[in-house]
């Protein structure tokens, strides 16, 4: 029987793992409402004004409502039939598939929604809108990433954006010296955070129980002394001090981009900064393999000489600071004195941001920015006034939400141990 | 390294797993412990690794008391282990789950290439193949035990603990690491050895010290026969052979046809098996591991759904089932990795002693579970199996690594079955508890009940086997009698079909 070689029948497919048609069905579904909510509802005649500010001048122009909407549909359509074929052949579809389509759809949807408007379009204030508030979800969203994967849900983002606000202001205002008080911010944050990790990691309350109470306890704090000592000595603990904006030289020179990312204070450098150096250390330091193990396997961290509970408490009280940092936004970077409940459910937010982008700093930023920028359309759209019933504007956010999160939830997995106390 | 345990003592509550143990290791020696499941071996070793705080006793190294607050102590004075249940992170690579704890670096990240280079470095002088770039989950269990051991390896330790490190280990790599043991003795580490199978104890031990219920009760020599060691262990006499008679003659039960499976990069993972098992029969199925039993086993169990050909029994097409349904139809799976897919660790006892049945009659009504008949239940499966355990409430994790698969077993022979499929049924049972398994897998069998065994210990394949198959890259090379001699299997597990000594692709 040896040495005949066997003949392999062709291979029958369905015994394959079955395939995943859901890329492609979201997708058909989008391209259809692409068409006919947006290509096909406007007459032809319409037109929708655009005006983008290039940072040296502003330009303004106006492209026909129902062929540009038609035409992004058409690309729609070409990329989802790809993305059909790619999954029809098993393979896998490249990361700009779903970018290039998202970038269509949110076009044609943008066009339709300011066709024949007065007004037009601003792009560059629709991309410096969701930038500005995507920033504390960012911060918290790399708190967050910090936390749980170290061990410890970290559901405290909101008390430490709103601690971080907090100190922030009064430190700025009693110094005048903004700078002192972006210094101060991430000190509440590790405060509130080193807070959590007593209770979580030393005392094995449930993260999530701890994480409620902190918040509460943090916006009752502020809130307090929100209506008493800050409101009674106005001139002494809100006064408003503000961090300069700092243009980067040549950077903030690039057309459109430039003003909008290169044209801001230190705290937006630093979110850079920070998401860059996260994602590379989280997945290549030293730090970054340690914290993790605690996250996954604390008993197998344990016998190799790491100190699970101490690495958590740590790194906790490293996320509190981090979203404490991002808290500042809300004050001295933007010269605004403390209001009660400013943080106004972002750390909330910030955490489904961090869910949505599996965990991960990178996936995590391009999550935070889809919620400021969803957050940020009902404004810019507010001024100009729609043509589509208000509702469907109000919805359409959500809409994008959704199928994002459908898309991509359920790829990757929260690290194993979070949440347990480790009692080894 | 001079080690010294005086006076060792260790308690859970009030359960004490060790008593007063003494034990001396001296520089260059294997010393093998050996002891029955639940004597506490594990544990002294814990306790030795700074893991579990002694409540009472001293560990002296080279006449110096020390005390270790956690592993990293130990570590630090010179001492390694390689644990029975693995310490790994699943989703780091290798490389990476081999440098945790002692990375090298370049600069603030790790430096990988040095890492690989580790890997392969001790994985060459080990005669091991193993890709540092794989994720520790996707590799099955023998691959994740020599991860393990390149771990501890690479830390050049002074005295290296080795729990069990063979339970899962082929019988050439098994050698392989005999032979490193050996080198590593040369050299002047100290080795402590513990393991269930007698004949390794044998060919390496220089000491060997035995303990039974938290005590030590002997020390031998490697001389002493396997009959002594083993009546040593359980304090009686231990037969080592299996007592059978041959197989009636019946109809066939289970068949298997053209079963093929492709994976989804194209390659052939099971090649047109086909094979039949009868009623009360034992079909054992040897082979090196990783030549596709677990993809066969994975498939008759509605694991993985095969590319093509039946698989039938009793008449009924069991491809296309789910694996409830499988289960329904009374087939009892003892899976090859059972802290992974053979129990839930933190259930009790109880409770994982009917995992796969709680569904139905008797032990649930109408979705409530029967409490008491749970209960009533695991304590007379307990009895039967000499499960080592304080409680049926204790949860399974603190049960000792044999104790556990004597619940899988228990749990998988407690009912009415149609065929029994069961993968390295007594991986990391004593002797004294082989001996009873393999007896009640014949009296399955005696029952009429069709017997798959799984497993890469030729010793156990020849006992139990009424046929032998032997795999050999995802095909059968033969199906062949019991007298069948071990130089013959040797030949067919390395693909050379002993009728056509002519080497298979
Ligand atoms: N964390 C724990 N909590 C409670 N009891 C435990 C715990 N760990 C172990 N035990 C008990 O201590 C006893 C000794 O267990 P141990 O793991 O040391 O046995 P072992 O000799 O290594 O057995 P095996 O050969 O099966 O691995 C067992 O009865 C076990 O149930
Ligand atoms: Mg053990």
Same mark, same amino acid.
């Given at each position: 029987?040896?040495?005949?070689?066997?003949?392999?029948?062709?291979?029958?497919?369905?015994?394959?793992?079955?395939?995943?048609? /859901?890329?492609?069905?979201?997708?058909?579904?989008?391209?259809?409402?692409?068409?006919?909510?947006?290509?096909?509802?406007?007459?032809?005649?319409?037109?929708?004004?655009?005006?983008?500010?290039?940072?040296?001048?502003?330009?303004?122009?106006?492209?026909?409502?129902?062929?540009?909407?038609?035409?992004?549909?058409?690309?729609?359509?070409?990329?989802?039939?790809?993305?059909?074929?790619?999954?029809?052949?098993?393979?896998?579809?490249?990361?700009?598939?779903?970018?290039?389509?998202?970038?269509?759809?949110?076009?044609?949807? #943008?066009?339709?929604?300011?066709?024949?408007?007065?007004?037009?379009?601003?792009?560059?204030?629709?991309?410096?809108?969701?930038?500005?508030?995507?920033?504390?979800?960012?911060?918290?969203?790399?708190?967050?990433?910090?936390?749980?994967?170290?061990?410890?849900?970290?559901?405290?983002?909101?008390?430490?954006?709103?601690?971080?606000?907090?100190?922030?202001?009064?430190?700025?205002?009693?110094?005048?010296?903004?700078?002192?008080?972006?210094?101060?911010?991430?000190?509440?944050?590790?405060?509130?955070?080193?807070?959590?990790?007593?209770?979580?990691?030393?005392?094995?309350?449930?993260?999530?129980?701890?994480?409620?109470?902190?918040?509460?306890?943090?916006?009752?704090?502020?809130?307090?002394?929100?209506?008493?000592?800050?409101?009674?000595?106005?001139?002494?603990?809100?006064?408003?001090?503000?961090?300069?904006?700092?243009?980067?030289?040549?950077?903030?020179?690039?057309?459109?981009?430039?003003?909008?990312?290169?044209?801001?204070?230190?705290?937006?450098?630093?979110?850079?900064?920070?998401?860059?150096?996260?994602?590379?250390?989280?997945?290549?330091?030293?730090?970054?393999?340690?914290?993790?193990?605690?996250?996954?396997?604390?008993?197998?961290?344990?016998?190799?000489?790491?100190?699970?509970?101490?690495?958590?408490?740590?790194?906790?009280?490293?996320?509190?600071?981090?979203?404490?940092?991002?808290?500042?936004?809300?004050?001295?970077?933007?010269?605004?004195?403390?209001? /009660?409940?400013?943080?106004?459910?972002?750390?909330?937010?910030?955490?489904?941001?961090?869910?949505?982008?599996?965990?991960?700093?990178?996936?995590?930023?391009?999550?935070?920015?889809?919620?400021?920028?969803?957050?940020?359309?009902?404004?810019?759209?507010?001024?100009?006034?729609?043509?589509?019933?208000?509702?469907? +504007?109000?919805?359409?956010?959500? !809409?994008?939400?959704?199928?994002?999160?459908?898309?991509?939830?359920?790829?990757?997995?929260?690290?194993?141990?979070?949440?347990?106390?480790?009692?080894? | 390294?001079? !080690?010294?345990?005086?006076?060792?003592?260790?308690?859970?509550?009030?359960?004490?797993?060790?008593?007063?143990?003494? #034990?001396?290791?001296?520089?260059?020696?294997?010393?093998?412990?050996?002891?029955?499941?639940?004597?506490?071996?594990?544990?002294?070793?814990?306790?030795?690794?700074?893991?579990?705080?002694?409540?009472?006793?001293?560990?002296?190294?080279?006449?110096?008391?020390?005390?270790?607050?956690?592993?990293?102590?130990?570590?630090?004075?010179?001492?390694?282990?390689?644990?029975?249940?693995?310490?790994?992170?699943?989703?780091?690579?290798?490389?990476?789950?081999?440098?945790?704890?002692?990375?090298?670096?370049?600069?603030?990240?790790?430096?990988?290439?040095?890492?690989?280079?580790?890997?392969?470095?001790?994985?060459?002088?080990?005669?091991?193949?193993?890709?540092?770039?794989?994720?520790?989950?996707?590799?099955?269990?023998?691959?994740?035990?020599?991860?393990?051991?390149? /771990?501890?390896?690479?830390?050049?330790?002074?005295?290296?603990?080795?729990?069990?490190?063979?339970?899962?280990?082929?019988?050439?790599?098994?050698?392989?690491?005999?032979?490193?043991?050996?080198?590593?003795?040369?050299?002047?580490?100290?080795?402590?050895?513990?393991?269930?199978?007698?004949?390794?104890?044998?060919?390496?031990?220089?000491?060997?010290?035995?303990?039974?219920?938290?005590?030590?009760?002997?020390?031998?020599?490697?001389?002493?026969?396997?009959?002594?060691?083993?009546?040593?262990?359980?304090?009686?006499?231990?037969?080592?052979?299996?007592?059978?008679?041959?197989?009636?003659?019946?109809?066939?039960? #289970?068949?298997?046809?053209?079963?093929?499976?492709?994976?989804?990069?194209?390659?052939?993972?099971?090649?047109?098996?086909?094979?039949?098992?009868?009623?009360?029969?034992?079909?054992?199925?040897?082979?090196?591991?990783?030549?596709?039993?677990?993809?066969?086993?994975?498939?008759?169990?509605?694991?993985?759904?095969?590319?093509?050909?039946?698989?039938?029994?009793?008449?009924?097409?069991?491809?296309?089932?789910?694996?409830?349904?499988?289960?329904?139809?009374?087939?009892?799976?003892?899976?090859?990795?059972?802290?992974?897919?053979?129990?839930?660790?933190?259930?009790?006892?109880?409770?994982?002693?009917?995992?796969?049945?709680?569904?139905?009659?008797?032990?649930?009504?109408?979705?409530?579970?029967?409490?008491?008949?749970?209960?009533?239940?695991?304590?007379?499966?307990?009895?039967?199996?000499?499960?080592?355990?304080?409680?049926?409430?204790?949860?399974?994790?603190?049960?000792s690594g044999g104790n556990q698969q004597k619940v899988v077993l228990a749990r998988e022979l407690s009912r009415e079955l149609r065929l029994?499929?069961?993968s390295q049924p007594t991986r990391g049972v004593d002797v004294g508890s082989i001996e009873f398994i393999h007896e009640r897998i014949v009296?399955?069998?005696? /029952?009429?009940?069709?017997?798959?065994?799984?497993?890469?210990?030729?010793?156990?394949?020849?006992?139990?086997?009424?046929?032998?198959?032997? +795999?050999?890259?995802?095909?059968?090379?033969?199906?062949?009698?019991?007298?069948?001699?071990?130089?013959?299997?040797?030949?067919?597990?390395?693909?050379?079909?002993?009728?056509?000594?002519?080497?298979?692709?």
């Amino acid at each position: 029987m040896s040495a005949q070689t066997i003949e392999l029948p062709a291979m029958d497919s369905k015994a394959l793992a079955p395939i995943n048609w /859901k890329f492609p069905i979201i997708y058909g579904i989008l391209a259809v409402i692409s068409l006919v909510g947006f290509g096909l509802s406007v007459g032809g005649d319409v037109w929708s004004g655009i005006s983008v500010n290039t940072g040296f001048s502003r330009i303004q122009f106006a492209v026909p409502s129902q062929v540009t909407a038609l035409v992004c549909t058409v690309i729609e359509i070409g990329l989802g039939i790809w993305a059909w074929q790619l999954t029809a052949a098993r393979k896998k579809t490249p990361v700009g598939l779903p970018l290039g389509f998202g970038f269509c759809f949110v076009v044609a949807f #943008l066009v339709r929604a300011v066709a024949g408007s007065e007004q037009s379009l601003q792009v560059t204030g629709l991309l410096q809108g969701t930038l500005f508030l995507s920033v504390p979800l960012i911060f918290g969203a790399m708190a967050g990433c910090v936390c749980e994967h170290v061990g410890v849900i970290n559901v405290a983002i909101e008390g430490q954006l709103l601690a971080g606000a907090f100190l922030a202001a009064v430190v700025g205002s009693l110094t005048l010296n903004p700078w002192l008080g972006l210094l101060a911010a991430p000190v509440a944050g590790a405060l509130v955070g080193a807070l959590l990790a007593l209770f979580a990691v030393r005392y094995w309350v449930d993260h999530i129980i701890v994480g409620v109470v902190l918040n509460v306890l943090v916006t009752g704090f502020t809130s307090y002394l929100f209506s008493t000592v800050l409101s009674e000595h106005k001139d002494v603990f809100a006064v408003p001090t503000v961090l300069p904006t700092l243009p980067i030289p040549g950077l903030s020179l690039i057309p459109v981009l430039g003003p909008v990312l290169f044209n801001q204070n230190v705290l937006v450098y630093i979110m850079y900064a920070a998401v860059v150096v996260l994602q590379i250390m989280l997945y290549r330091s030293r730090w970054g393999l340690r914290m993790r193990a605690c996250g996954e396997h604390p008993k197998a961290a344990d016998t190799v000489g790491i100190k699970v509970n101490a690495t958590r408490v740590r790194n906790t009280i490293l996320g509190g600071a981090i979203a404490g940092l991002g808290g500042a936004f809300f004050t001295v970077a933007n010269g605004l004195a403390f209001g /009660k409940e400013m943080s106004a459910g972002r750390g909330y937010i910030a955490l489904a941001a961090m869910i949505l982008g599996g965990w991960s700093p990178r996936g995590a930023v391009a999550a935070a920015l889809l919620f400021g920028f969803a957050d940020n359309l009902q404004n810019a759209l507010s001024v100009v006034g729609v043509g589509i019933p208000s509702q469907f +504007m109000l919805m359409a956010p959500y !809409l994008i939400t959704i199928f994002a999160v459908a898309g991509f939830v359920g790829k990757v997995r929260p690290p194993a141990q979070e949440g347990q106390p480790y009692k080894g | 390294m001079k !080690l010294e345990l005086r006076a060792v003592t260790k308690k859970f509550g009030s359960f004490v797993a060790n008593d007063a143990i003494d #034990l001396v290791v001296e520089p260059g020696q294997i010393h093998a412990l050996l002891g029955e499941n639940g004597a506490g071996k594990s544990t002294l070793m814990n306790v030795l690794y700074g893991l579990y705080a002694a409540d009472g006793g001293q560990i002296l190294i080279d006449g110096e008391p020390v005390h270790f607050s956690g592993p990293g102590q130990a570590m630090a004075a010179g001492i390694g282990m390689v644990h029975q249940h693995f310490m790994l992170i699943p989703v780091f690579t290798v490389a990476e789950n081999v440098v945790l704890g002692h990375e090298p670096t370049s600069g603030a990240l790790i430096n990988l290439d040095e890492a690989r280079q580790l890997v392969r470095d001790i994985s060459a002088r080990f005669g091991f193949e193993v890709d540092p770039d794989a994720l520790v989950e996707e590799l099955p269990v023998g691959i994740q035990q020599r991860v393990e051991i390149i /771990k501890a390896l690479s830390r050049d330790a002074e005295v290296l603990i080795l729990d069990e490190p063979t339970a899962v280990l082929t019988p050439q790599e098994t050698d392989e690491l005999m032979g490193i043991m050996r080198d590593l003795k040369q050299q002047g580490t100290s080795i402590v050895f513990i393991t269930h199978k007698l004949r390794e104890v044998q060919e390496v031990a220089d000491t060997i010290t035995v303990i039974r219920h938290g005590k030590v009760v002997g020390t031998a020599l490697p001389t002493a026969s396997q009959e002594e060691l083993a009546s040593l262990m359980v304090g009686r006499a231990v037969d080592l052979k299996v007592d059978k008679d041959a197989a009636r003659e019946a109809e066939v039960a #289970l068949r298997v046809a053209d079963l093929t499976l492709v994976d989804h990069s194209g390659l052939t993972l099971l090649d047109h098996i086909t094979f039949d098992v009868k009623r009360g029969e034992i079909l054992a199925i040897a082979g090196v591991q990783g030549n596709g039993q677990t993809e066969l086993t994975e498939a008759l169990m509605g694991l993985r759904k095969p590319t093509a050909g039946s698989i039938t029994l009793d008449g009924d097409e069991l491809v296309g089932k789910s694996v409830r349904q499988i289960i329904d139809a009374g087939v009892g799976f003892v899976p090859e990795d059972r802290s992974r897919d053979g129990m839930v660790a933190s259930f009790s006892v109880a409770e994982n002693m009917v995992l796969d049945q709680i569904g139905h009659d008797p032990f649930s009504h109408g979705g409530a579970l029967a409490m008491a008949t749970i209960a009533e239940h695991a304590t007379t499966q307990v009895e039967q199996f000499d499960v080592r355990t304080g409680s049926i409430e204790a949860p399974m994790s603190s049960l000792s690594g044999g104790n556990q698969q004597k619940v899988v077993l228990a749990r998988e022979l407690s009912r009415e079955l149609r065929l029994l499929l069961a993968s390295q049924p007594t991986r990391g049972v004593d002797v004294g508890s082989i001996e009873f398994i393999h007896e009640r897998i014949v009296a399955e069998r005696d /029952k009429g009940t069709p017997v798959i065994i799984v497993s890469t210990e030729l010793d156990e394949v020849t006992a139990l086997a009424d046929r032998i198959a032997v +795999m050999y890259r995802g095909r059968f090379v033969g199906i062949v009698g019991p007298d069948t001699s071990r130089s013959d299997l040797g030949l067919m597990m390395a693909g050379v079909d002993p009728n056509n000594k002519e080497e298979q692709r």
